[in-house]
């Protein structure tokens, strides 16, 4: 029997690292381990099996297309082009799998859109950085001025449902992290499976219910 224990004792490895290294206090505030691995699955290896709404589907396809090419977590402070600025598509962090689907999926840039709504309201986002002013490089890049931002877009889903497209936050040991529900479910405990970057690359994963929830968001992805 598949237990929350037993899970939680497979991830020991990944976190011990990651906790004696200094990595899950890193730049972009995302839960992670800065070592490199094999990312686990295949490209637009997918089973949609649902009438999705389209922008929830390409959403989706999106973030697979990360699956494979996306090896690395790598938390550095890099200065980005704005707008359509992204790090190297072999590293990132778990936003960077949000970002890249939001914007190859939907065209839409939440480096732009999370700029732009921070200069207008800064002081309703998180005040954790210290920051006097938005930082187009990094502030898209945080977990949660990423649910600062869907939030404030009026994207709080509260019934319980996940659906293919939705993003949740969750507090792993401490730290802020973001996962892309997908439309996979798993064969051992019947969940979502999600789209994620926790240290090893994008991968597919069945983190629902592993961590406290922070957030639960849809955000543009049940137009018709």
């Given at each position: 029997m598949i237990t929350r224990r037993k899970v939680l004792?497979?991830?020991?490895t990944l976190?011990?690292?990651?906790?004696?290294?200094?990595?899950?206090?890193?730049?972009p505030g995302c839960a992670g381990s800065s070592e490199a691995g094999e990312a686990r699955g295949t490209a637009l290896d997918t089973v949609l099996g649902e009438d999705l709404p389209e922008p929830a589907?390409?959403?989706?396809?999106?973030?697979e297309a990360q699956i494979g090419l996306t090896r690395r977590y790598?938390?550095?402070?890099?200065?980005?082009?704005?707008?359509?600025?992204?790090?190297?598509?072999?590293?990132g962090v778990c936003t960077?799998?949000?970002?890249?689907?939001?914007r190859t999926g939907l065209g839409l840039d939440l480096q732009e859109l999370?700029?732009?709504?921070m200069r207008a309201a800064f002081a309703d986002y998180p005040p954790?950085?210290?920051l006097k002013k938005p930082d187009p490089n990094i502030d898209h890049r945080r977990v949660p001025n990423l649910a600062a931002f869907f939030a404030r877009q009026g994207a709080e889903v509260k019934d319980g449902s996940y659906r293919?497209?939705?993003?949740?936050?969750q507090n792993v040991f401490g730290r802020p992290h973001i996962v892309v529900v997908s439309a996979k479910t798993s064969p051992l405990t019947g969940r979502r499976r999600v789209i994620h970057n926790m240290g090893r690359g994008t991968e597919y994963g069945d983190w629902l219910g592993l961590f406290p929830e922070t957030g639960h968001f849809r955000f543009r992805t049940l137009a018709a």
């Open positions: 004792s497979g991830f020991g976190f011990s690292g990651a906790l004696t290294g200094g990595a899950l206090f890193s730049m589907r390409q959403l989706i396809i999106a973030a790598d938390p550095s402070y890099v200065r980005l082009d704005y707008p359509g600025g992204d790090v190297p598509l072999e590293r960077d799998v949000v970002i890249r689907a939001y999370v700029h732009e709504d954790h950085w210290g293919p497209g939705d993003l949740v936050t």
